[in-house]
Protein backbone atom coordinates (compact mmCIF):
# COMPACT_ATOMS: atom_id res chain seq x y z
CA UNK A 1 0.00 0.00 0.00
CA UNK A 2 3.08 2.51 0.72
CA UNK A 3 4.83 1.56 -2.42
CA UNK A 4 0.96 2.28 -4.26
CA UNK A 5 1.31 5.76 -2.55
CA UNK A 6 4.57 6.53 -4.04
CA UNK A 7 3.49 5.41 -7.30
CA UNK A 8 0.71 7.75 -8.02
CA UNK A 9 2.11 10.63 -5.61
CA UNK A 10 3.02 13.91 -7.83
CA UNK A 11 6.73 14.43 -7.82
CA UNK A 12 5.77 17.78 -9.12
CA UNK A 13 3.84 19.42 -7.66
CA UNK A 14 5.48 22.50 -6.22
CA UNK A 15 6.47 23.21 -10.05
CA UNK A 16 2.79 24.12 -11.48
CA UNK A 17 -0.78 25.21 -10.24
CA UNK A 18 -2.34 28.88 -9.79
CA UNK A 19 -0.30 31.37 -8.10
CA UNK A 20 -1.97 33.27 -5.23
CA UNK A 21 -3.11 37.18 -6.48
CA UNK A 22 -0.15 39.35 -7.04
CA UNK A 23 -1.02 42.05 -4.30
CA UNK A 24 2.46 43.37 -4.08
CA UNK A 25 3.42 40.70 -1.47
CA UNK A 26 6.95 40.67 -1.84
CA UNK A 27 9.49 41.60 -4.25
CA UNK A 28 11.63 38.68 -6.45
CA UNK A 29 14.62 38.86 -7.56
CA UNK A 30 14.02 37.17 -10.56
CA UNK A 31 14.91 38.17 -14.22
CA UNK A 32 11.99 37.43 -16.27
CA UNK A 33 13.36 37.46 -20.17
CA UNK A 34 11.41 38.73 -22.97
CA UNK A 35 10.31 36.69 -26.11
CA UNK A 36 11.65 38.35 -28.98
CA UNK A 37 15.12 37.95 -26.69
CA UNK A 38 14.66 34.16 -27.38
CA UNK A 39 17.75 33.32 -29.75
CA UNK A 40 20.01 30.90 -30.29
CA UNK A 41 22.42 32.79 -27.89
CA UNK A 42 20.24 31.88 -25.13
CA UNK A 43 20.90 28.22 -25.81
CA UNK A 44 20.80 26.09 -22.96
CA UNK A 45 20.01 28.78 -20.59
CA UNK A 46 17.28 28.87 -17.65
CA UNK A 47 15.29 31.50 -17.71
CA UNK A 48 12.37 32.72 -16.40
CA UNK A 49 8.93 34.36 -19.18
CA UNK A 50 6.03 35.41 -18.56
CA UNK A 51 3.58 35.29 -21.43
CA UNK A 52 0.00 34.62 -22.63
CA UNK A 53 -1.30 31.15 -23.77
CA UNK A 54 -1.74 31.81 -27.20
CA UNK A 55 -2.40 27.99 -28.44
CA UNK A 56 -1.88 24.58 -26.38
CA UNK A 57 -2.08 21.13 -27.53
CA UNK A 58 -1.62 17.75 -25.91
CA UNK A 59 -0.20 15.20 -27.10
CA UNK A 60 0.44 11.43 -25.38
CA UNK A 61 2.76 12.75 -22.36
CA UNK A 62 3.45 15.96 -23.73
CA UNK A 63 2.09 19.27 -24.46
CA UNK A 64 2.75 21.84 -26.81
CA UNK A 65 2.41 25.47 -25.62
CA UNK A 66 2.75 28.52 -28.01
CA UNK A 67 3.55 31.05 -25.29
CA UNK A 68 2.84 34.58 -26.71
CA UNK A 69 4.08 38.49 -25.58
CA UNK A 70 2.72 41.49 -27.70
CA UNK A 71 3.69 40.88 -31.25
CA UNK A 72 6.51 38.03 -30.53
CA UNK A 73 5.43 34.56 -30.21
CA UNK A 74 7.56 30.94 -29.15
CA UNK A 75 6.81 27.63 -28.96
CA UNK A 76 6.80 25.67 -25.73
CA UNK A 77 6.76 21.78 -24.78
CA UNK A 78 6.26 20.16 -21.40
CA UNK A 79 7.00 16.45 -21.41
CA UNK A 80 6.62 14.18 -18.78
CA UNK A 81 9.89 13.58 -17.19
CA UNK A 82 12.67 13.90 -14.57
CA UNK A 83 10.77 17.70 -14.14
CA UNK A 84 7.30 17.44 -15.29
CA UNK A 85 4.36 14.70 -14.07
CA UNK A 86 1.66 13.39 -16.06
CA UNK A 87 -0.41 15.78 -13.73
CA UNK A 88 1.88 18.78 -14.30
CA UNK A 89 1.40 18.22 -18.24
CA UNK A 90 -2.45 17.84 -18.27
CA UNK A 91 -2.39 20.91 -15.98
CA UNK A 92 -0.54 22.60 -18.85
CA UNK A 93 -3.07 21.30 -21.29
CA UNK A 94 -6.54 22.54 -19.55
CA UNK A 95 -4.69 26.46 -18.94
CA UNK A 96 -7.22 28.44 -21.06
CA UNK A 97 -6.11 30.38 -23.78
CA UNK A 98 -5.37 33.77 -23.39
CA UNK A 99 -4.20 32.91 -19.62
CA UNK A 100 -0.93 34.76 -18.09
CA UNK A 101 1.96 32.65 -17.01
CA UNK A 102 5.13 32.60 -15.35
CA UNK A 103 7.33 29.92 -16.81
CA UNK A 104 10.72 28.83 -15.63
CA UNK A 105 12.12 26.79 -18.76
CA UNK A 106 15.34 25.72 -20.72
CA UNK A 107 15.86 27.59 -24.08
CA UNK A 108 16.96 24.98 -27.04
CA UNK A 109 17.94 24.94 -30.31
CA UNK A 110 15.34 23.74 -33.04
CA UNK A 111 16.89 21.27 -35.95
CA UNK A 112 13.28 22.48 -37.79
CA UNK A 113 12.60 26.03 -38.31
CA UNK A 114 9.22 26.98 -36.25
CA UNK A 115 6.99 28.47 -39.11
CA UNK A 116 4.41 29.39 -37.29
CA UNK A 117 6.17 31.24 -34.61
CA UNK A 118 8.11 34.24 -34.63
CA UNK A 119 11.35 33.26 -32.35
CA UNK A 120 11.59 30.30 -35.15
CA UNK A 121 15.46 28.91 -34.07
CA UNK A 122 14.22 28.23 -30.30
CA UNK A 123 12.28 26.28 -28.26
CA UNK A 124 11.02 26.29 -24.27
CA UNK A 125 11.72 22.75 -22.37
CA UNK A 126 9.24 23.90 -19.10
CA UNK A 127 10.29 23.06 -15.78
CA UNK A 128 7.65 24.81 -13.99
CA UNK A 129 4.64 26.71 -14.63
CA UNK A 130 2.07 29.00 -12.53
CA UNK A 131 -1.10 30.99 -13.90
CA UNK A 132 -0.53 34.34 -13.05
CA UNK A 133 -3.68 35.44 -14.34
CA UNK A 134 -6.78 33.02 -15.66
CA UNK A 135 -8.76 34.36 -18.71
CA UNK A 136 -12.25 32.71 -19.12
CA UNK A 137 -12.85 29.64 -20.71
CA UNK A 138 -15.04 31.27 -23.76
CA UNK A 139 -13.33 34.00 -26.16
CA UNK A 140 -15.60 36.86 -28.28
CA UNK A 141 -13.24 35.80 -30.32
CA UNK A 142 -10.41 33.41 -31.41
CA UNK A 143 -6.95 35.62 -32.45
CA UNK A 144 -6.18 32.42 -34.42
CA UNK A 145 -9.50 33.71 -36.85
CA UNK A 146 -8.11 37.71 -36.16
CA UNK A 147 -5.23 37.57 -37.91
CA UNK A 148 -6.56 35.55 -40.82
CA UNK A 149 -6.02 36.90 -44.05
CA UNK A 150 -8.96 37.97 -46.05
CA UNK A 151 -10.19 34.75 -48.19
CA UNK A 152 -7.26 32.64 -46.77
CA UNK A 153 -8.89 28.89 -44.93
CA UNK A 154 -12.60 29.58 -46.67
CA UNK A 155 -12.39 26.41 -48.56
CA UNK A 156 -11.41 24.80 -45.36
CA UNK A 157 -14.58 26.70 -43.62
CA UNK A 158 -12.10 28.71 -41.18
CA UNK A 159 -13.50 32.25 -39.52
CA UNK A 160 -12.24 35.44 -40.17
CA UNK A 161 -13.26 38.27 -37.70
CA UNK A 162 -15.32 41.40 -39.49
CA UNK A 163 -14.43 44.66 -38.44
CA UNK A 164 -17.64 45.23 -36.05
CA UNK A 165 -17.39 42.16 -33.91
CA UNK A 166 -13.26 43.18 -33.50
CA UNK A 167 -14.30 46.83 -32.72
CA UNK A 168 -16.94 45.65 -30.24
CA UNK A 169 -14.21 43.00 -28.05
CA UNK A 170 -11.81 45.57 -29.04
CA UNK A 171 -9.01 44.77 -26.30
CA UNK A 172 -9.21 41.03 -27.47
CA UNK A 173 -8.38 42.08 -31.04
CA UNK A 174 -5.87 44.70 -30.15
CA UNK A 175 -3.85 41.30 -28.49
CA UNK A 176 -3.28 40.28 -31.85
CA UNK A 177 0.26 40.49 -33.43
CA UNK A 178 -1.31 42.30 -36.31
CA UNK A 179 -2.92 45.09 -34.11
CA UNK A 180 0.10 45.11 -31.83
CA UNK A 181 2.63 46.05 -35.04
CA UNK A 182 -0.08 48.89 -35.75
CA UNK A 183 0.11 50.71 -32.73
CA UNK A 184 3.93 50.27 -32.19
CA UNK A 185 4.22 51.89 -35.55
CA UNK A 186 1.66 54.65 -34.61
CA UNK A 187 3.98 55.30 -31.77
CA UNK A 188 6.26 55.55 -33.43
CA UNK A 189 5.29 57.82 -36.19
CA UNK A 190 4.56 60.42 -33.49
CA UNK A 191 7.78 59.70 -31.94
CA UNK A 192 9.99 60.80 -35.21
CA UNK A 193 7.41 63.78 -35.80
CA UNK A 194 8.21 65.59 -32.06
CA UNK A 195 12.40 64.47 -32.58
CA UNK A 196 12.11 65.70 -36.27
CA UNK A 197 10.44 69.14 -35.09
CA UNK A 198 12.37 69.52 -32.22
CA UNK A 199 15.89 69.22 -33.90
CA UNK A 200 14.27 72.12 -36.11
CA UNK A 201 13.55 74.49 -33.09
CA UNK A 202 9.76 73.83 -33.31
CA UNK A 203 8.07 73.94 -29.63
CA UNK A 204 5.65 71.45 -28.56
CA UNK A 205 2.65 73.67 -27.63
CA UNK A 206 -0.78 72.36 -25.90
CA UNK A 207 -4.19 74.29 -26.90
CA UNK A 208 -7.43 74.19 -25.46
CA UNK A 209 -10.61 71.68 -26.85
CA UNK A 210 -13.18 73.09 -25.30
CA UNK A 211 -13.70 76.94 -27.25
CA UNK A 212 -15.80 79.37 -27.53
CA UNK A 213 -16.50 79.53 -31.79
CA UNK A 214 -16.09 76.83 -34.14
CA UNK A 215 -12.22 77.31 -35.22
CA UNK A 216 -12.96 75.86 -39.00
CA UNK A 217 -15.98 77.60 -39.33
CA UNK A 218 -19.63 75.67 -40.78
CA UNK A 219 -21.80 73.27 -39.14
CA UNK A 220 -19.43 70.29 -38.35
CA UNK A 221 -18.97 71.37 -34.93
CA UNK A 222 -19.91 69.72 -31.98
CA UNK A 223 -21.87 71.64 -29.38
CA UNK A 224 -21.87 70.67 -25.75
CA UNK A 225 -23.37 72.91 -22.67
CA UNK A 226 -20.35 74.66 -20.77
CA UNK A 227 -21.92 76.43 -17.53
CA UNK A 228 -24.88 78.89 -18.28
CA UNK A 229 -23.72 78.84 -21.99
CA UNK A 230 -22.55 76.58 -25.11
CA UNK A 231 -19.16 75.77 -26.11
CA UNK A 232 -17.76 73.61 -28.68
CA UNK A 233 -15.33 71.02 -29.18
CA UNK A 234 -12.26 72.54 -31.07
CA UNK A 235 -12.20 71.15 -34.86
CA UNK A 236 -8.52 72.05 -34.60
CA UNK A 237 -5.82 74.24 -33.05
CA UNK A 238 -6.01 76.48 -35.55
CA UNK A 239 -6.08 79.26 -33.91
CA UNK A 240 -4.22 78.80 -30.78
CA UNK A 241 -1.49 77.82 -32.69
CA UNK A 242 -1.65 81.22 -34.91
CA UNK A 243 -1.80 83.49 -31.79
CA UNK A 244 1.60 81.78 -30.39
CA UNK A 245 2.94 82.50 -33.67
CA UNK A 246 1.57 86.35 -33.08
CA UNK A 247 3.07 85.71 -29.65
CA UNK A 248 6.69 85.20 -30.95
CA UNK A 249 7.11 81.10 -30.79
CA UNK A 250 8.31 81.35 -34.36
CA UNK A 251 7.41 77.47 -35.36
CA UNK A 252 5.10 75.51 -32.69
CA UNK A 253 3.50 71.77 -33.17
CA UNK A 254 1.38 70.48 -31.11
CA UNK A 255 -0.26 66.15 -31.09
CA UNK A 256 -4.00 65.98 -30.02
CA UNK A 257 -7.85 65.04 -30.46
CA UNK A 258 -9.49 66.76 -33.32
CA UNK A 259 -13.27 66.66 -33.12
CA UNK A 260 -15.24 66.94 -36.16
CA UNK A 261 -19.25 66.44 -36.00
CA UNK A 262 -19.34 65.23 -39.74
CA UNK A 263 -21.77 62.38 -41.03
CA UNK A 264 -19.48 60.43 -42.97
CA UNK A 265 -19.30 56.42 -42.83
CA UNK A 266 -16.43 56.30 -45.32
CA UNK A 267 -13.41 54.45 -44.86
CA UNK A 268 -11.43 57.22 -44.33
CA UNK A 269 -13.84 59.67 -41.43
CA UNK A 270 -13.64 59.58 -37.56
CA UNK A 271 -15.47 61.70 -35.71
CA UNK A 272 -12.35 62.28 -33.13
CA UNK A 273 -8.93 61.17 -34.20
CA UNK A 274 -5.16 62.78 -33.35
CA UNK A 275 -4.06 65.32 -35.01
CA UNK A 276 -0.49 66.65 -35.83
CA UNK A 277 -0.17 70.22 -36.29
CA UNK A 278 2.42 72.68 -37.18
CA UNK A 279 2.45 76.49 -37.54
CA UNK A 280 5.17 78.43 -38.42
CA UNK A 281 6.28 81.98 -39.39
CA UNK A 282 8.25 82.22 -42.80
CA UNK A 283 10.50 85.07 -44.24
CA UNK A 284 9.06 85.48 -47.84
CA UNK A 285 6.56 82.84 -49.73
CA UNK A 286 4.75 79.78 -47.89
CA UNK A 287 6.83 77.22 -49.84
CA UNK A 288 8.98 77.31 -46.95
CA UNK A 289 6.53 76.28 -44.95
CA UNK A 290 5.79 73.37 -47.45
CA UNK A 291 9.25 72.36 -47.64
CA UNK A 292 9.56 72.03 -43.70
CA UNK A 293 6.48 69.80 -43.47
CA UNK A 294 7.38 67.74 -46.52
CA UNK A 295 10.95 67.10 -45.20
CA UNK A 296 9.47 66.46 -41.55
CA UNK A 297 7.24 64.12 -42.90
CA UNK A 298 10.09 62.36 -45.42
CA UNK A 299 12.41 61.69 -42.21
CA UNK A 300 9.03 59.74 -40.27
CA UNK A 301 9.16 57.58 -43.63
CA UNK A 302 13.06 56.91 -43.68
CA UNK A 303 12.43 56.14 -39.47
CA UNK A 304 9.65 53.87 -40.41
CA UNK A 305 11.59 52.08 -42.86
CA UNK A 306 14.56 52.18 -41.18
CA UNK A 307 13.54 51.26 -37.29
CA UNK A 308 9.94 49.42 -37.76
CA UNK A 309 10.80 46.24 -40.54
CA UNK A 310 9.38 44.16 -38.06
CA UNK A 311 6.40 45.87 -37.48
CA UNK A 312 5.49 46.28 -41.26
CA UNK A 313 6.35 42.89 -41.98
CA UNK A 314 3.75 41.38 -39.72
CA UNK A 315 0.91 43.54 -40.91
CA UNK A 316 2.06 42.60 -44.54
CA UNK A 317 1.14 38.80 -42.82
CA UNK A 318 -2.20 39.34 -42.68
CA UNK A 319 -2.66 42.81 -45.21
CA UNK A 320 -0.22 42.52 -48.26
CA UNK A 321 0.49 45.60 -49.36
CA UNK A 322 3.51 47.20 -52.00
CA UNK A 323 6.70 49.23 -50.11
CA UNK A 324 5.74 52.98 -49.26
CA UNK A 325 7.40 55.24 -52.17
CA UNK A 326 8.70 58.38 -51.46
CA UNK A 327 10.81 61.19 -54.16
CA UNK A 328 13.24 63.75 -52.69
CA UNK A 329 12.67 66.47 -52.94
CA UNK A 330 8.85 65.48 -52.71
CA UNK A 331 6.79 66.31 -55.72
CA UNK A 332 4.78 69.33 -55.70
CA UNK A 333 1.59 70.02 -58.20
CA UNK A 334 -0.36 72.77 -58.30
CA UNK A 335 -4.27 72.15 -58.39
CA UNK A 336 -4.71 72.65 -61.88
CA UNK A 337 -1.92 70.61 -63.13
CA UNK A 338 -3.89 67.98 -61.45
CA UNK A 339 -7.54 68.61 -62.50
CA UNK A 340 -6.16 68.71 -65.90
CA UNK A 341 -4.37 65.65 -65.76
CA UNK A 342 -7.25 63.71 -64.20
CA UNK A 343 -9.72 65.06 -67.34
CA UNK A 344 -6.71 63.58 -69.60
CA UNK A 345 -7.41 60.21 -67.67
CA UNK A 346 -10.95 60.05 -68.04
CA UNK A 347 -11.65 61.20 -64.42
CA UNK A 348 -14.48 63.86 -64.69
CA UNK A 349 -14.52 66.93 -62.11
CA UNK A 350 -15.39 70.18 -61.34
CA UNK A 351 -12.52 72.76 -60.53
CA UNK A 352 -14.10 72.89 -56.65
CA UNK A 353 -14.40 69.17 -55.98
CA UNK A 354 -12.65 67.08 -53.88
CA UNK A 355 -9.51 65.70 -55.90
CA UNK A 356 -7.90 62.30 -54.82
CA UNK A 357 -6.67 60.02 -57.70
CA UNK A 358 -4.26 57.40 -57.39
CA UNK A 359 -3.32 58.43 -61.21
CA UNK A 360 -0.62 60.91 -59.81
CA UNK A 361 0.80 57.76 -57.78
CA UNK A 362 1.42 55.72 -60.85
CA UNK A 363 1.91 58.24 -63.21
CA UNK A 364 5.13 59.61 -60.99
CA UNK A 365 6.32 56.80 -58.99
CA UNK A 366 5.58 58.39 -55.95
CA UNK A 367 3.45 57.79 -53.06
CA UNK A 368 3.81 60.91 -51.50
CA UNK A 369 2.67 64.55 -53.26
CA UNK A 370 1.75 67.62 -52.49
CA UNK A 371 -1.14 69.55 -54.45
CA UNK A 372 -0.66 72.87 -53.76
CA UNK A 373 -3.09 76.63 -55.25
CA UNK A 374 -6.30 75.31 -54.04
CA UNK A 375 -9.50 77.15 -54.64
CA UNK A 376 -10.18 80.11 -52.37
CA UNK A 377 -14.16 79.10 -52.31
CA UNK A 378 -13.38 75.23 -50.65
CA UNK A 379 -10.92 76.70 -48.11
CA UNK A 380 -11.67 78.39 -44.04
CA UNK A 381 -11.62 81.72 -43.95
CA UNK A 382 -8.30 82.20 -42.72
CA UNK A 383 -6.50 80.88 -45.85
CA UNK A 384 -4.62 83.86 -47.33
CA UNK A 385 -5.93 83.96 -51.55
CA UNK A 386 -3.57 83.97 -53.97
CA UNK A 387 -2.00 87.73 -54.69
CA UNK A 388 -2.39 87.24 -59.04
CA UNK A 389 -5.48 85.10 -59.00
CA UNK A 390 -8.32 85.63 -55.83
CA UNK A 391 -10.28 82.59 -57.40
CA UNK A 392 -7.41 80.56 -55.79
CA UNK A 393 -5.15 80.83 -52.71
CA UNK A 394 -1.67 80.19 -51.30
CA UNK A 395 -2.68 76.65 -49.66
CA UNK A 396 -1.95 73.31 -50.36
CA UNK A 397 -2.68 69.35 -49.13
CA UNK A 398 -0.24 66.35 -49.05
CA UNK A 399 -1.26 62.98 -50.08
CA UNK A 400 -0.35 59.47 -49.42
CA UNK A 401 -1.16 56.84 -52.00
CA UNK A 402 -4.07 58.84 -53.09
CA UNK A 403 -5.98 60.01 -50.42
CA UNK A 404 -5.50 63.28 -48.37
CA UNK A 405 -3.56 63.09 -45.15
CA UNK A 406 -2.65 66.89 -44.65
CA UNK A 407 -4.59 70.52 -44.95
CA UNK A 408 -2.67 73.69 -44.91
CA UNK A 409 -2.11 77.14 -45.94
CA UNK A 410 -0.45 80.43 -45.65
CA UNK A 411 -2.52 82.07 -43.24
CA UNK A 412 -4.21 85.62 -43.19
CA UNK A 413 -2.07 87.81 -40.99
CA UNK A 414 -3.44 91.08 -41.43
CA UNK A 415 -6.72 91.78 -38.78
CA UNK A 416 -8.93 93.82 -41.62
CA UNK A 417 -8.60 91.27 -44.38
CA UNK A 418 -8.96 88.55 -42.07
CA UNK A 419 -12.41 90.33 -40.80
CA UNK A 420 -13.78 90.60 -44.12
CA UNK A 421 -12.59 86.86 -44.61
CA UNK A 422 -14.68 85.74 -41.40
CA UNK A 423 -17.75 87.89 -42.75
CA UNK A 424 -17.45 86.14 -45.81
CA UNK A 425 -18.09 82.75 -43.98
CA UNK A 426 -20.78 84.41 -41.70
CA UNK A 427 -18.55 83.67 -38.68
CA UNK A 428 -19.63 85.52 -35.72
CA UNK A 429 -17.03 88.19 -35.23
CA UNK A 430 -17.89 88.57 -31.74
CA UNK A 431 -16.82 84.73 -30.80
CA UNK A 432 -13.52 85.48 -32.54
CA UNK A 433 -12.51 88.81 -31.39
CA UNK A 434 -9.86 87.96 -29.26
CA UNK A 435 -8.31 86.00 -32.07
CA UNK A 436 -8.74 88.90 -34.72
CA UNK A 437 -6.86 91.20 -32.01
CA UNK A 438 -4.06 88.89 -31.77
CA UNK A 439 -3.45 89.90 -35.20
CA UNK A 440 -3.46 93.96 -34.26
CA UNK A 441 -0.39 94.09 -33.06
CA UNK A 442 2.34 93.17 -34.90
CA UNK A 443 2.03 89.49 -37.08
CA UNK A 444 4.87 87.69 -39.02
CA UNK A 445 3.37 86.12 -42.19
CA UNK A 446 2.85 82.79 -41.56
CA UNK A 447 1.63 79.18 -42.18
CA UNK A 448 1.68 75.81 -40.91
CA UNK A 449 -0.93 72.37 -41.54
CA UNK A 450 -3.03 69.58 -39.88
CA UNK A 451 -2.40 66.24 -40.33
CA UNK A 452 -4.62 63.20 -39.37
CA UNK A 453 -2.40 60.49 -37.35
CA UNK A 454 -4.61 57.30 -38.07
CA UNK A 455 -5.01 58.11 -41.78
CA UNK A 456 -0.98 58.29 -41.90
CA UNK A 457 -0.53 54.94 -40.31
CA UNK A 458 -3.27 53.62 -42.48
CA UNK A 459 -2.52 54.67 -45.38
CA UNK A 460 1.94 54.04 -45.04
CA UNK A 461 0.61 50.52 -44.05
CA UNK A 462 -1.63 50.15 -47.39
CA UNK A 463 -4.39 49.21 -45.19
CA UNK A 464 -8.22 49.93 -45.96
CA UNK A 465 -9.91 51.71 -43.02
CA UNK A 466 -8.96 53.91 -40.56
CA UNK A 467 -10.52 52.17 -37.53
CA UNK A 468 -7.93 49.86 -38.29
CA UNK A 469 -5.66 52.54 -36.72
CA UNK A 470 -7.74 54.06 -34.34
CA UNK A 471 -6.91 52.16 -31.01
CA UNK A 472 -11.25 53.41 -29.93
CA UNK A 473 -12.57 55.06 -32.97
CA UNK A 474 -15.48 56.96 -32.79
CA UNK A 475 -17.76 57.67 -35.60
CA UNK A 476 -20.67 58.60 -36.38
CA UNK A 477 -22.31 54.85 -35.66
CA UNK A 478 -19.64 53.88 -32.25
CA UNK A 479 -19.51 55.51 -29.03
CA UNK A 480 -17.79 52.37 -27.27
CA UNK A 481 -15.66 51.02 -26.25
Known sequence: MFFLFLFFKDFAKDRYGVSVMVQSQQKLDRVLVRVQDLTPEKADQLIWLRAR????RAKGKQCFLVLRQQQFNVQALVAVGDRASKQMVKFAANINKESIVDVEAVVRKVEQKIESCSQQDV?????????????????????????????????????????????DNRVIDLRTTTSQAIFRLQSGVCQLFRDTLTKKGFVEIQTP????????GGANVFTVSYFKTSAYLAQSPQLYKQMCICADFDKVFCVGPV????????HRHLTEFVGLDIEMAFNYHYHEVIDSITDTMVQIFKGLRDNFQTEIQTVNKQFPSEPFKFLEPTLRLEYTEAVAMLHE??????????????????????????LD??????????????????????????????????????????PELLTERALHHQIDLEKIKSYIDSFRYGAPPHGG????????????????????TSMFPRDPKRLTP
Open 209 to 216: KIISAASE
Open 449 to 468: GGIGLERVCMLYLGLHNVRQ
Open 53 to 56: IHTS
Open 259 to 266: FRAEDSNT
Open 345 to 370: AGVEMGDEDDLRSACITHLYDTDFYV
Open 373 to 414: KYPLAVRPFYTMPDPNNPKYSNSYDMFMRGEEILSGAQRVHD
Open 123 to 167: ELHIERIFVISQAEPRLPLQLEDAIRPDGEGEEEGRATVNQDTRL
